[in-house]
């Protein structure tokens, strides 16, 4: 070899040996990197589906369905009350039974008292109104909303209320480093991490209010 190609040759090995380096640890980094920002953005995106799941189901209980869209959800916080009572178990005379025997029979009953009513904006939320903004999707691509549905699914003859709220991983990390995107939409068990494409709670599939994450990201039921 000329001796004049020897420097060039050495600066070429130098720069092959540099990309390598920068090649090896971006491989190490970029997961870490993808991690941190996952479980972050995870994690606030949770607190927000508890919410939400936590009003549906207030919604259910006063009005005996979930809401189907977030105007009608934010409307019933507004206005609606849970009706507080009192359960009480007492013994009546039984006329029937004490007819036939000619003697006095009694009957256990169970007595309902309504006791008052309790805004349920105050019970979930006390003085906060985070409950104004729950289509909001609090991180990931600006101005993302979830995506809520409700329905009845039949069982045993019977319509059961349903609800799902979810956003997709796509719009959750969609500045995030693709084939690692590409990953984690293809985690197929709760036991590893979030399930499928989009994370989500409850299901128009099937009766549960459940979400789709490990508990070690937060409650999921």
């Keep these: 070899m000329p001796a004049k190609l020897k420097p060039v040759l050495s600066i070429v090995l130098w720069v092959l040996i540099g990309y390598l380096g920068y090649q090896t640890y971006m491989?190490?980094?970029?997961?870490?990197?993808?991690?941190?920002?996952?479980?972050?953005?995870?994690?606030?995106v949770i607190e927000s589906l508890i919410d939400i799941r936590e009003?549906?189901?207030?919604?259910?209980?006063?009005?005996?369905?979930?809401?189907?869209?977030?105007?009608?959800?934010?409307?019933?916080?507004?206005?609606?009350?849970f009706t507080i009572t009192q359960r009480r178990d007492t013994s009546v005379l039984d006329v029937e039974m004490t007819k036939r025997y000619q003697v006095d029979m009694f009957k256990d009953e169970i007595i309902i008292d309504t006791l008052g009513f309790a805004?349920?904006?105050?019970?979930?939320?006390?003085?906060?109104?985070r409950y104004k903004s729950l289509m909001n999707v609090p991180v990931g691509k600006?101005?993302?909303?979830?995506?809520?549905?409700?329905?009845f699914l039949e069982q045993n003859g019977i319509n059961i209320p349903v609800f799902e709220a979810s956003v997709k991983k796509d719009l959750l990390f969609y500045d995030q480093n693709k084939d690692l995107?590409?990953?984690?939409?293809?985690?197929?068990?709760?036991?590893?991490?979030?399930?499928?494409?989009a994370?989500?709670?409850?299901?128009?599939?099937?009766?549960?209010?459940?979400?789709?994450?490990p508990k070690t990201y937060g409650d999921n039921e």
């Design 199 to 213: 994370i989500r709670v409850g299901s128009m599939e099937e009766i549960t209010t459940s979400g789709n994450w």
């Design 142 to 151: 600006p101005g993302t909303k979830f995506d809520l549905k409700a329905g």
């Design 55 to 81: 009003a549906q189901l207030a919604h259910k209980t006063v009005t005996g369905k979930f809401s189907k869209d977030f105007d009608g959800l934010i409307k019933f916080l507004d206005t609606a009350e």
């Design 27 to 44: 491989s190490i980094y970029e997961p870490i990197k993808f991690n941190k920002v996952k479980n972050k953005r995870y994690a606030k």
């Design 181 to 197: 995107l590409m990953e984690e939409n293809q985690v197929i068990s709760t036991v590893v991490g979030v399930k499928g494409n």
């Design 119 to 129: 805004s349920v904006k105050d019970s979930l939320f006390k003085s906060s109104n």
